[in-house]
T-cell receptor
Framework: EPEVTQTPSHQVTQMGQEVILRCVPI?????FYWYRQILGQKVEFLVS????????KSEIFDDQFSVERPDGSNFTLKIRSTKLEDSAMYFC??????????????????FGNGTRLTVT | AQTVTQSQPEMSVQEAETVTLSCTYD???????LFWYKQPPSRQMILVIR??????QNATENRFSVNFQKAAKSFSLKISDSQLGDAAMYFC??????????????FGKGTHLIIQP
């Protein structure tokens, strides 16, 4: 069964540095998402992306975050100037196998294994 | 905004027994989706079961079933014949269908399920 893949599995960076987290969604999916999970806390929605633009974003997704689909397969999350509180698991997800947006809610999200980001 | 509450941080069950994980949510919407996701130590979030709010019939998926009480805004997960491989964090999640559904899932804090051999 096709899977969402994320790289790297663990990223360590220094405060103030830029990081790029990479995801390869399932190939025929049209909607892509990033979620984060701070250790011991619940999974939180960051952003959704469709047709090369952001569809929705949460209040967490401020100016230090950006997303991009640089080619036909990758979907990236960039954190411009990392802070200690950005340390978390970051999950990529995708759904929407060619469905019109109105039916999107009927399509379950498929998650990747996550990238553990540690900011020191 | 919707909220999802899982009041049991941890549950323990003997192998082969049945366990129920509770979830309540708050919403002003009449149509929505509810999900249970499993997060084993491998970290991947795996969809266990989903329920459409407009359906009265409770969803079932093999050993997993839900008790959906729309008026009470309750969505509990029952795992029958528990197996060691069921040990994981279980997250209840809500999804609005307004706006086409591109907005994200709202998750509860999770319940850590321990299976005793």
């Amino acid at each position: 069964e096709p899977e969402v893949t994320q790289t790297p599995s663990h990223q360590v960076t220094q405060m103030g540095q830029e990081v790029i987290l990479r995801c390869v969604p399932i190939s025929n999916h049209l909607y892509f998402y990033w979620y984060r999970q701070i250790l011991g806390q619940k999974v939180e929605f960051l952003v959704s992306f469709y047709n090369n633009e952001i569809s929705e974003k949460s209040e967490i997704f401020d100016d230090q975050f950006s997303v991009e689909r640089p080619d036909g397969s990758n979907f990236t999350l960039k954190i411009r100037s990392t802070k200690l509180e950005d340390s978390a698991m970051y999950f990529c997800a995708s759904n929407g196998k060619g469905q019109v947006p109105l039916l999107l809610w009927n399509s379950p999200l498929h998650f990747g294994n996550g990238t553990r980001l540690t900011v020191t | 905004a919707q909220t999802v509450t899982q009041s049991q941080p941890e549950m323990s069950v003997q192998e082969a027994e049945t366990v129920t994980l509770s979830c309540t949510y708050d919403t002003s919407e009449s149509d929505y989706y509810l999900f249970w996701y499993k997060q084993p130590p491998s970290r991947q979030m795996i969809l266990v079961i989903r329920q459409e709010a407009y359906k009265q019939q409770n969803a079932t998926e093999n050993r997993f079933s839900v008790n959906f009480q729309k008026a009470a805004k309750s969505f509990s997960l029952k795992i029958s014949d528990s197996q060691l491989g069921d040990a994981a964090m279980y997250f209840c999640a809500y999804r609005s269908i307004s706006g086409g559904g591109a907005d994200g899932l709202t998750f509860g804090k999770g319940t850590h399920l321990i299976i005793q051999p």
